[in-house]
């Protein structure tokens, strides 16, 4: 379990994925039927006019540092998830996807409110979406791929249906939805501004996340645990502020922080995540892109694993970041040296911190991922 393991060993191993969002995942062949279906201008013409080309648009796109050019792809996705056939489509195609990757367990997010365009009611969107996930459980299972898919319902954090929200991510809860989460630009749209569906959440002892530590720091992250009560944080990356090495911010002497992991400070709040065992949805390449970490090698997500935090690893956007669970996981091993203990490790990590009732997590843990893990090592 200590061999750097190669490029298909990981591809086979199980994996559990807890932040990836819908319309952040579509196949590029899929956003050029539906948007000719639907008349919807895309943004390649000429020789990049293919899905090939496509790909690339989106990616380059979110690697540009520009966050209107960021924000500008998923203009062109959810333009596409405007009906039931398109919903549907892009729902089934993403668990099929999943299961090809190896992912045992997922927990996917979309926001409702973003594909009301089309005419359809917000209970519509969910029992279509519910739909092609079920579809694509029985095609992935009629290949010999067990793989269930929750849904997480997302409110934007700049608009003002936080509340509905909230009600559907209850009102739903028997049928796979797993809880709620917001989401959007995290500066200057505080999280405690949806403190009424926080609490009614609360009071119907449902779960939810928040983005919180990606694009602004440590008062965000402060709010989205003290102030709303979320049960795990998404990406929570700057949650490294809180850590010194000598006095001096860690990022700047992670070297020797990764060397002795013993002698890192801990602030009050990095302590009580830490201590509380607060779950981390780290997605390293999408950091890289919007800036919220500078490289793979330099990611925090590998001295939060030396000083056990629980960390889990993500994929948020498959399509804007060009990549897959395989792929975030080989570059862990690549670049920073992750054996397959700590593919096993983040693996479990992120059953135990799924919105899944205890005995269910445990089963998947017991039956599905140690087993398969111990099957690879052999
Ligand atoms: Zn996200």
């Known amino acids: 379990m200590t ?36 008349g919807h201008r895309l943004p390649v013409d000429g020789r990049a006019r293919t899905p090939m080309g496509l ?35 892009v729902a089934r195609e993403c668990v099929l996807d999943l299961a090809d990757d190896g992912v045992i367990y997922a927990e996917v997010r979309y926001a409702p409110e973003l594909h009301l365009t089309g005419g359809l009611t917000l209970p ?16 992935a299972a009629a290949l010999g791929q067990r793989i269930r898919v929750r849904t997480i319902l997302t409110a934007m954090r700049h608009a003002d249906h936080a509340r509905q929200i909230a009600e559907l991510a209850v009102q739903y809860r028997d049928d796979e939805v797993a809880g709620f989460d917001i989401a959007g630009a995290e500066a200057g749209h505080r999280p405690s501004r949806h403190l009424a569906a926080f609490e009614y959440l609360r009071r119907e002892n449902a779960h939810f996340v928040i983005h919180a530590g990606e694009a602004y720091g440590l008062p965000s992250i402060w709010e989205a645990i003290q102030l709303c009560g979320c049960d795990r944080l998404g990406h929570g990356v700057r949650i490294v502020d809180d850590l010194t090495f000598d006095g001096a911010p860690v990022m700047t002497r992670l070297d020797d922080a ?34 919220a970490a500078e490289s793979i090698a330099t990611h925090p997500i590998t001295l939060l694993k030396a000083l056990r935090f629980r960390v889990t690893l993500n994929t948020d956007n498959r399509l804007m970041s060009a990549t897959s669970m395989t792929q975030e996981m080989g570059a862990l091993v690549r670049e920073c040296g992750w054996t397959m203990a700590d593919l096993q490790w983040v693996t479990i990590n992120a059953m135990k911190s799924a919105f899944l009732p205890f005995d269910e997590r445990l089963a998947l843990i017991d039956h599905v991922i140690k087993p398969g893990y111990a099957a690879l090592g052999a």
Request: proline letters at 6%; a negative charge; glycine letters at 6%.
């Open 258 to 291: 990764l060397a002795e992991p013993s002698r890192v400070e801990f602030g009050r709040l990095a302590a009580y995540v830490r201590d509380r065992r607060i779950p981390l949805e780290m997605c390293p390449h999408s950091n890289v892109q919007t800036g």
């Open 124 to 139: 519509e969107i969910i029992e279509t979406v519910n739909a092609g996930f079920r579809a694509g459980e029985d095609e």
């Open 3 to 38: 061999a750097a393991p190669t490029r298909d060993l990981i591809h086979r191993a199980p994996k559990v994925l807890l932040h990836d969002h819908l319309d952040g995942g579509l196949r590029p062949t899929t956003v050029f039927d539906l948007a000719a279906a639907a």
């Open 55 to 89: 790909a690339l648009w989106f990616r380059d796109s979110a690697d540009s540092g520009s966050l209107p050019r960021y924000l500008e792809t998923f203009e062109h996705t959810v333009a596409v998830m405007q009906t039931a056939d398109g919903l549907h489509r």
